[in-house]
């Protein structure tokens, strides 16, 4: 059975999956002196353009210019180097690259060599601001504290939030009540969901907090699952007074019941 | 001067960025006959264990039978197939594969091969199932509807909401309202960033959705911007009262000025 690998190999550079350079590093300004179908593709320059040059031609306006600095000294000093960086194609269309260089010396010719692979990891990029911009947005929409009346904010709690969140919706919130002089804080309960524990003992650990800046916490909207996590977590409700519903603490506010 | 090209080419395939193997088409079940570093790198399986295996011990418990079956149907065929596969390494641990496969015939031998190159993809799965669950976060915080009395409810509008959720808000926020009973709806845009066109029309389109319910839209919290936005797509204030603040509003309909 002959297993004719080399061969197999070679056509493995044929493919477009597999995007790759090769440069001399001992001839002036480190040209390419070969590269693949994968790199031509992507790339968008044919093999006469791109032979001969310096892989500069693919950095543009954005190229952050720290990663173009960390590709040069990889390359002065001979040296590996994994790097992501936007690059341009021809048509000026940007992409994220995944480059990786790596120095080959070659014994029998005395000579040295770069390999350049890259990867478009322009989704990935992509996925990952996407998430970045949504988080951002979930943060600001976590403080949708209203005003209904002189001196009583309400703070709906909605969606499942973490400890962490909780600390950091409070963060925000208490200079807004400052500003607004409040007076009580309705926090409402009803649309929040997956409550774990550290969530639970900083909702309540609040009304402490608000105790101290001369506000009055009404929680409204506790769930069968919210009041049974309190009793396990044996937290104490003297500093807050419960109702139903948000409608019937301003009912009670407006009737001075409180 | 020399250009070892070949020789470099070989090196190519000792670097853990390429992961690939060769499988050999005309023997049973398609066994692997080769295997870079890249692949046992990742896989972490050795050399010694892969040799001669179906790559099928890649797969495990939650890995899609759809995809396996494209796979194999690929292999049956003798085609090329692109496919995301959920793999998993020796240890147990899983990873998306974003694998290639490819047919090669080699007229030399008068023999069939496969390639198959692999891509670790799993931090981009990630960042785009973190995507979709901020989005799922964020369309539930978007409809932070909180009744303030006696069928007066308030809608705080907060962040950069485009026409598509503005659609999506109100859809949920109807039936809510219906159920509540409501008479006023304070919708407050005090908190409303990057409002485009599509997204203005929208929100004065519900006026006359309102209306047709019996339900008197009030809206609170107008930014220059957006009053300027309003003028500029003429659009008609008949059908909604405005106030400059929740709470404003809010003493109003205490008043019965409204």
Redesign the interface.
């Known amino acids: 059975m ?12 044929e ?1 477009t ?2 995007v ?1 350079i ?1 440069t ?1 590093a001992d001839q002036e300004d480190n040209p390419i ?2 590269a693949n179908r994968g790199f031509t593709e992507l790339t968008g320059y044919t093999e006469e353009e791109v032979l001969g040059q310096n892989c500069r031609f693919l950095q543009g306006e954005d190229t952050d210019p720290k990663a173009v600095k960390k590709l040069k000294d990889a390359v002065r000093n001979f040296e590996a180097a994994s790097i992501d960086i936007l690059n341009y194609k021809k048509n000026g269309e940007p992409f994220w690259n995944q480059l ?1 260089i ?1 120095p ?1 010396y ?1 014994e ?2 005395n ?1 040295r ?1 770069f ?1 350049g ?1 890259q ?1 478009d ?1 322009t ?2 990029k992509h ?2 601001k ?2 970045e911009e ?2 951002r ?2 943060e ?3 403080t ?1 504290i ?5 001196g009583v904010s ?1 703070l ?1 709690l ?3 939030i973490d400890g962490e969140r909780v600390g950091n919706i409070f963060e925000k919130v208490l200079p807004v009540l400052e500003r607004e002089n409040a007076e009580h804080l309705i926090l ?1 309960l009803s ?1 929040f969901t997956n409550m774990d524990e550290e969530a639970t003992v900083g909702i309540f650990q609040l009304s402490d907090l608000l105790k101290l800046k001369g506000i009055q916490l009404i929680i409204t909207g506790i769930t069968p699952q919210i009041a049974m996590k309190t009793k396990e977590l044996d937290i104490s409700s003297s500093n807050f007074i419960t109702f139903r ?3 019937q603490a ?2 009670a506010l ?1 009737r001075n019941d409180i």
Not at 2 to 13: C, D, L, Q, R, W
Not at 146 to 150: A, D, I, L, Y
């Open positions: 002959v297993k004719n690998i080399p061969e197999i190999k070679n056509k493995i550079f493919r999956q597999l790759v090769i001399d002196i070969y990786h790596d080959i070659i029998e010719d000579k060599y390999i692979m990867k990891i989704s990935f996925a990952q996407q998430a949504y988080y947005e979930i600001l929409l976590s949708p209203v005003p209904v009346g002189e309400v709906p909605i969606g499942n409402d649309g519903s948000v409608r301003v009912e407006e």
